[in-house]
Structure formats: structure tokens, C-alpha cells
């Protein structure tokens, strides 16, 4: 029944690796969101789609990349981890844009060693 | 871009006293002031949001109340409980495209039992 799920919750790894966090929604909203939430807790917007195309894309570095193979998946692949990754990554979801309720997923805090 | 900015960063109140958590935003298109609760270790969800055409909304306990002249607006708690501590995040839209969400910096209220 979950609105908004993610996996994994925890991610621990070493620098330099690789590693992916999966977002889906069963909400049927069209636009999906990845957001970064730092230790002093600032919500920061990193990628949006709709129905699979990329909307926004903030000046993230471009070692993450985000996928939508369908508009009920958002993908975030990370390539050669840094610490300054160390984070809690969050899914959001809205029905039409902006201007509606966003639902959060649970979020992946990841940790970089 | 849109700015909005939050205060105070941490409050701390009495149970059963209220508590006022101020935003500022600069962009004067915007349309819609959503706020969101996190509580520890949890997802943001929404609590109230209001749009441009009013400008006061309750939600039993809690209301916002939207100055457009001045651009500010704010979440007002009124007799709280424990349970309203949590991490309060205001928003406004980019709105150009309305695609995204500016989150304010966040405030952390303690309620003092």
C-alpha cells in the first residue's frame, strides 16, 4: 500500500565505488522527483521528470545520473562516490507539477567511507 | 530563481504555548506556500499549504497566513504537544513552468513538556 517506496534505506560504501538508489510511486502522478537532504538537514532539489523526461536538472555533478523507465520509476545511479555524497537521498512524487502536494518516499541515507 | 527563507532556525516553546515559524520568498508570481513536517528519522509530508487567492487557512491547530504585499508568509501552531516536534519546512514555486519547489532552510521546534 505504500504511496512512495525506495531501496535501499541504508547504503554504505566506500569511495570510488558505484551504487544505485530505486524510487516507484503507485500513485499514477506523472512527475517524480530526486531531492538531497544534507546533515544540516536543507532540502535541496537534484533531478525532476515527467512521464519519463528530465524537467529539471539542478548543477549536480554529472557522476549522478537519474533514470525514468516508466513514470512510476525514478533511478539515481551515482558513479565514484565521494564523501561529500554522504546524504539522505529523497523520492517525491506530484500529481500534475509544482503546485501540488508532493509524497515523499522514506529515503536512502548514504554513507560514504 | 525564487529565494524563500525561513526563521527562526530552532524554537523551542512551552507545551500547550503557540509557536510562529516566519517565510520570506522573493519571486511575486508565486501562487502556492506549502509546509511540510519532519519528524526525526522520517519523510517530509505536508501539513497545510495555502494559494494566493486567500489569505488565511486552518487546519484545526495549525494555520498559515500568506501577506502578499510583503511576501512573507507563516505557520502558526497553537496549543502544542510533544508531538509536534519535528523539523518545519516552508516552500514556494519557481514559477516559471511551476516544475519545482524552493524549500526553505527548515526550522527545528522542541516542545518543552
Known amino acids: 500500500d505504500t504511496a512512495v517506496s525506495q531501496t535501499p534505506k541504508y547504503l554504505v560504501t566506500q569511495m570510488g565505488n558505484d551504487k544505485s538508489i530505486k524510487c516507484e510511486q503507485n500513485l499514477g502522478h506523472d512527475t517524480m522527483y530526486w531531492y538531497k537532504q544534507d546533515s544540516k538537514k536543507f532540502l535541496k532539489i537534484m533531478f525532476s521528470y515527467n512521464n519519463k523526461e528530465l524537467i529539471i536538472n539542478e548543477t549536480v555533478p554529472n557522476r549522478f545520473s537519474p533514470k525514468s523507465p516508466d513514470k512510476a520509476h525514478l533511478n539515481l545511479h551515482i558513479n565514484s562516490l565521494e564523501l561529500g555524497d554522504s546524504a539522505v537521498y529523497f523520492c517525491?512524487?506530484?500529481?500534475?507539477?509544482?503546485?501540488?502536494?508532493?509524497?515523499f518516499g522514506p529515503g536512502t541515507r548514504l554513507t560514504v567511507l | 530563481g525564487e529565494n524563500v527563507e525561513q526563521h527562526p532556525s530552532t524554537l523551542s516553546v512551552q507545551e500547550g504555548d503557540s509557536a510562529v515559524i516566519k517565510c520570506t520568498y522573493s519571486d511575486s508570481a508565486s501562487n502556492y506556500f506549502p509546509w511540510y513536517k519532519q519528524e526525526l528519522g522520517k519523510r517530509p509530508q505536508l501539513i497545510i499549504d495555502?494559494?494566493?487567492?486567500?489569505g488565511e487557512k486552518k487546519d484545526q491547530r495549525i494555520a498559515v497566513t500568506l501577506n502578499k504585499t510583503a511576501k512573507h508568509f507563516s505557520l502558526h501552531i497553537t496549543e502544542t504537544q510533544p508531538e509536534d516536534s519535528a523539523v518545519y519546512f516552508c516552500?514556494?514555486?519557481?514559477?516559471?513552468?511551476?516544475?519545482?519547489?524552493?524549500f526553505g532552510t527548515g526550522t527545528r521546534l522542541t516542545i518543552i513538556p
Open positions: 517525491a512524487s506530484v500529481s500534475g507539477v509544482g503546485t501540488d502536494t508532493q509524497y
Open positions: 516552500a514556494a514555486p519557481e514559477n516559471f513552468g511551476n516544475e519545482k519547489l524552493t
Open positions: 495555502i494559494r494566493s487567492n486567500v
